[in-house]
């Protein structure tokens, strides 16, 4: 069964850093870019923050997103990360990752800024920032 599982959320103060991870089952993440997103409780509306291409492209979304938000991957593990810092309380989403297993040839930033770029998607984890 092909799946994204999305995991490492929680809740953290202003300031504070988490790690997240996506797993994926039924695939291999290597061979396709992959996004992380932001999407607001009760909206469907999502906003991408970090995409990594398969050739490890790596491409940050909003400004100084790189300050704040570094994506790797691990092929061994077969999951992306998403190492967050210096949390706000607008960083307060459901946290999801996304990837195209129609399109492994895409590559961040040509590609990967809008939702519709992506067709398989996790669940997601909940990340709580308190102020």
């Known amino acids: 069964q092909v799946q994204l599982v999305e995991s490492g959320g929680g809740l953290v103060q202003a300031g504070g850093s988490l790690k997240l991870s996506c797993t994926a089952s039924g695939f291999n993440l290597e061979n396709y870019m992959i996004g992380w997103f932001r999407q607001i409780p009760g909206s469907e509306e999502r906003e991408v923050v970090a995409?990594?291409?398969?050739?490890?492209?790596?491409?940050y979304y909003e400004d100084s997103g790189q300050d704040r938000f570094t994506i790797s991957r691990d092929n061994v593990k077969n999951t992306i990360f998403l190492q967050m810092h210096n949390l706000r309380p607008e960083d307060t989403a459901l946290w999801r990752c996304?990837?195209?297993?129609?399109?492994?040839?895409?590559?961040?930033?040509?590609?990967?800024?809008?939702?519709?770029?992506?067709?398989?998607w996790g669940p997601g984890t909940q990340v709580t920032v308190s102020s």
């Open positions: 995409c990594i291409s398969k050739i490890d492209d790596t491409f």
């Open positions: 996304a990837t195209d297993l129609n399109a492994p040839d895409r590559r961040c930033p040509i590609y990967g800024r809008s939702r519709w770029d992506y067709g398989t």
